[in-house]
């Protein structure tokens, strides 16, 4: 059994069915001169990092690496036309898409339908990624499928390769098929991993219809350095004669999207505002907080009213795309007021980790995963409406604390710049480790660096948000910022007065150390053992304990990372990991 081979057995498999904190021998391939960070097999597959490194790595050509998928497909008993009948809606988008998703099945779940739902990354457990009727997988569900199709891809190996098994993410792509098929459902939402046009969920070949959310810069290394190079690798979703709707963008990558349409014959809408859906009618609520989100419920809207248009589902009748007010531009998709059905699923949707908050007591939890600058921007935004709305409610000293870290390719300097004008106490830096220690979640863990990098990448962020302190954060960069195309005025964030708040800054080794530290003992739901004696040794750490105790309010935001928030609600929210 090849290395590779028997990792991806061990991560897939101990990830969905250990039990939190089962201990497991030492890794001795492990290469740290510190403590060692949690040695369960799970997260060495989990980052997209590993996938990432793993795909730049290897040279060929994209197209055919497709073609090997439709080989694993084939070699697990599947072929591409048995997900015709899926009846998939295949969305795609830089920032947005897995909320889209989110908003798109739950409003057809709200008409009675069973659903499918494929997205990633996961957030504290990998059963996550598929989901029946909104629900992550039950263990047992997951161990059948895991099973069924290891042994599969084991028993049609070829004898002459030594690579018998798809890479973690393509696994995952590949169960989430065979256990939407078996489990019959009546629709499957399914979320592209990276790009398109060359990702392992573009086997797909007759979707029901597509989605593009809002697109930026992100994963530039693979898809290009450009918004309409990033443009025209979403686009490689689109199919002949597939309804497709996209968000306003800026001209040029939307441009590119009309034009990849053009090429294969694929109807492309733009989807109106959400307000106008809300004429002559109340206002929608949405169950994901942030006024970014009502594009992704508009995108929403027009794909599940298509799909259930698609498939003469009782009541919702054809309805003609107006003209576009651009020549540029795409047909305006349809103008309608949603049924009730429809509200209901927008005001039902739950997305884990994006705009999430949680009120412990003295403590308010802000999560979001923004790893990108338009994401930040929409974050920050968000972030500083809710503090408006809480600061309200109390008296007395309030601690702000920002709780961050970046991986990857991704620049922190400009996700820690639109961060400055927030005037936190303190900011918190650490890696995406949950504890460091032998124990742990083998969802949470990974393999694919050393605890001394992590480390040394969130020193290079303290120092960067140090220099940023000093020089102050200029009044010019909340107005200097692009607004989203098309997008709500509120969305401009409006120019604040110079920085001149002073900021502690401090690392600490793991995501349960930093959490030890900011809560004081005053979480309800949080109460760890005794945090380690030298956790307040560092001047700034003993000081900051003290303002903390005294708090009326500490509001924390956690971001920069998808991985960071998974770990923070996974020892937050206990029941997330059962």
Not at 313 to 334: T, V, W
Request: charged share 20%.
């Amino acid at each position: 059994m090849s290395r590779a081979h028997s990792h991806l057995r061990a991560s897939l498999f101990l990830a969905a069915v250990s039990p939190c904190g089962a201990t497991t021998r030492t890794a001795a391939r492990r290469e740290l001169s510190a403590r060692p960070a949690p040695l369960k097999p799970g997260m060495e597959y989990q980052t997209n990092a590993s996938y990432l490194e793993q795909v730049k790595s290897q040279q060929g050509d994209p197209q055919t690496k497709l073609e090997a998928m439709k080989l694993y497909l084939a070699r697990s008993g599947l072929q591409v036309e048995d997900l015709d009948r899926l009846n998939i809606i295949h969305i795609t988008g830089t920032k947005g898409k897995g909320s889209t998703c989110a908003f798109t099945e739950r409003i057809l779940r709200s008409y009675g339908l069973k659903t499918g739902f494929f997205s990633s990354p996961h957030l504290v457990q990998v059963r996550e990624r598929i989901r029946i009727n909104g629900q992550p997988i039950s263990p047992e569900l997951f161990t059948k499928h895991f099973w069924h199709l290891y042994h599969r891809l084991e028993e049609t190996k070829d004898s002459k390769s030594c690579v018998s098994m798809p890479a973690y993410f393509r696994f995952l792509t590949l169960m989430a098929f065979h256990v939407f098929l078996q489990e019959k459902v009546d629709l499957a939402v399914v979320e592209v991993g990276i790009g398109g046009a060359y990702d392992c969920t573009n086997i797909i070949r007759k979707p029901v219809v597509c989605g593009v959310s809002s697109l930026g810069i992100d994963h530039t290394s693979l898809l290009g350095d450009t918004v309409e190079k990033i443009a025209w690798q979403k686009g490689g979703i689109f199919k002949h004669g597939v309804p497709a709707f996209t968000v306003p963008q800026h001209d040029g990558p939307l441009a590119v999207l009309k034009e990849r349409a053009e090429q294969i014959s694929c109807p492309l809408y733009l989807c109106p505002p959400l307000e106008a859906l809300e004429e002559g009618g109340p206002p929608l609520a949405l169950g994901l907080e942030g006024e970014h989100q009502r594009s992704n419920a508009a995108l929403a809207l027009q794909l599940a009213r298509c799909w259930l248009q698609q498939k003469e589902h009782p009541g919702i009748r054809e309805l003609k795309a107006s003209r576009p007010s651009l020549l540029q531009q795409p047909p305006l998709a349809p103008v309608f007021q949603p049924p009730s059905h429809m509200r209901l699923g927008l005001r039902d949707t739950e997305w884990p980790g994006r705009a999430q908050v949680l009120r412990h007591g003295y403590l308010t939890w802000y999560l979001d995963g923004a790893h990108t600058s338009s994401s930040m921007q929409a974050c920050v935004r968000w972030f500083r409406q809710a503090l408006l709305r809480e600061e309200r409610q109390s008296s007395g000293p309030e601690v702000r604390v920002l709780l961050f870290n970046s991986t990857g390719d991704r620049d922190p300097t400009a996700l820690l710049k639109l961060l400055q004008p927030c005037q936190f106490d303190y900011a918190v830096f650490c890696p995406n480790l949950t504890e460091v220690s032998s124990k742990g979640n083998a969802d949470q863990q990974n393999f694919t660096v050393t605890l001394d990098q992590v480390m040394l990448r969130c020193l290079e962020h303290q120092q960067l948000w140090n220099h940023l302190d000093e020089k102050q954060a200029s009044p010019d960069l909340w107005s200097a910022t692009s607004p989203e195309p098309g997008g709500p005025a509120s969305l401009r964030l409006a120019p604040c007065p110079p920085h001149t708040h002073s900021t502690s800054s401090l690392v600490f080794s793991c995501i349960l150390n930093a959490l030890q530290w900011i809560t004081q003992g005053r979480d309800p739901v949080f109460q760890p053992p005794s945090p380690p004696r030298g956790l307040l040794a560092h001047p700034v750490a003993g000081s900051g304990a003290s303002a903390l105790r005294e708090a009326a309010a500490i509001h924390v935001l956690v971001t920069g990372s998808l991985h960071l928030v998974g770990g923070v609600l996974k020892l937050l929210e206990p029941s997330l990991s059962q």
